[in-house]
């Protein structure tokens, strides 16, 4: 039996080693205050693609909210389109009021609000990175870029997809995802089907309820075997939605958790996840072969 951890985004330049103690302590800690532990003999893997997504996100060369206002709409008509989605849905379904992003707006600005005025979405943009993300090294600019270039661009998909699978084996394996590695675990999930032995899928603040990503990937499966755990603070805005019957319909049915009370600034991170006693008696419950 394995556990196989897809990190997310904005890992690159850390040390792969270090991410993974991180992601093994932390589940040590959920583990105690779950009052369980996992079985002797459980391997755990942990593939690192942090370099190579912000390689591939700097030769994109995507545009920022402000650089189309700077320069007009136009430059990647399918990004802007993606991001005009995203960011809307993002904001409907924050916390944010339309004072916060007015006040966001630049002076002189047209003050038409709407996803088709781009400087109402570059005022998105910066006001849920300043009341609701919370984190200096973490904007939605950034996490947009990523992820589109991983849904959109088959030569990211590919890359990425063959980091991962090139620790697959043919042993059961327990699959934990969290953010972006959400949706690489998913693909990785779906195309691997004769090789890898996908017992149960558990995601952490997972973005695939957003329905600009989720409209890439298909028709939604549930393809583990012992079916599919989701969970997430509501607060998170990547996890936008939760994975059910309205965002990401599929049958069976996603289980999905709200009750994630992440400690993180802008509560997403991985250190306020694996540290659930839920989440980490879940991740136990599927290595034991009970779904």
Known sequence: MRILFIHGRAQGGKDPVALAKLWNDTLKLGLESATEALPDGVGVDFPYYGDALDDFTARADLPSPDEVVA???GQDAGFESFMQSALD?????SSLTEDQVEAEMTTGQVQEKGPQNWGWVQAIARALDKHVTGAADWTIDRFLKDVYLYVNIPTVTR???AIVEDMITD???VVVGHSLGTVVGYKVIQENQGRLNACKYITLGSPLGIRAISSKLGLPENLAK???YNAYDDGDVVALNPLDDRYFPTDPEIVNNNGVHNFTDNQHGIAGY??????AAEIVKA???HP
């Open 71 to 73: 320069k007009g709409p």
């Open 89 to 93: 849905e993002m904001y409907q379904k």
């Open 159 to 161: 890359g990425i997809n």
């Open 171 to 173: 042993e059961p394996t």
């Open 226 to 228: 012992q079916g599919w």
């Open 274 to 279: 694996l540290n659930d006693a839920r989440v």
């Open 287 to 289: 290595v034991r072969g």
